[in-house]
């Protein structure tokens, strides 16, 4: 019973972060508007958060924007237009999600160059490793050595 009141707190915490800071008064009364509003809101960023959509964000400034998204879609524009109009506005740093262009093929790249130059060095290492040999018996030890040894150990018995 104890662990079960526990679960239940620990869901209510974690589900405490997925409140939505749109307002009543910011949403549209046609359904399907604000759906597509929302849809949209969740993929522009917060320009004061940074971290976050501004669906999600209490900024006076995301407010600003879920306002105006919303404004765009009752005058008529489609998504791509309100986005365009956004990413001009602010630049490609609006977007949560930035588009597929020449100056971010880098960042869209940069992950699968990551996965496959790991995937290429456990490769070269593993052959490194295959080939070398290893030998299982230890060096003999020259007959210096093996005087010096001798000598240590009879200093150490007396």
Not at 8 to 15: G, I, R
Not at 47 to 68: E, F, G, H, K, Y
Request: charged letters at 25%.
């Amino acid at each position: 019973m104890r662990l079960l009141k526990l679960l239940a707190v620990v869901f209510t915490l974690m589900n405490a972060t997925l409140a939505f800071a749109v307002q009543p008064d910011e949403m549209l009364r046609d359904p399907a508007l604000e759906l597509r509003a929302r849809v949209l809101s969740k993929e522009l960023r917060c320009m004061v958060c940074q971290n976050q959509s501004i669906d999600d964000s209490d900024a006076p400034l995301a407010r600003d924007l879920r306002i105006l998204v919303r404004e765009r879609i009752q005058s008529g524009d489609s998504d791509n237009q309100v986005l365009d109009f956004l990413v001009a506005r602010y630049g490609e740093f609006v977007l949560l999600k930035p588009r597929l262009s020449g100056h971010t093929i880098l960042l869209w790249a940069m992950p699968a160059g990551v996965l496959i130059a790991g995937i290429f060095a456990l490769v070269l290492f593993a052959r490194k490793r295959k080939t070398q040999t290893i030998s299982t018996a230890p060096d003999k030890l020259t007959a210096a050595e093996q005087a010096r040894l001798a000598a240590m150990k009879t200093a150490r018995d007396v």
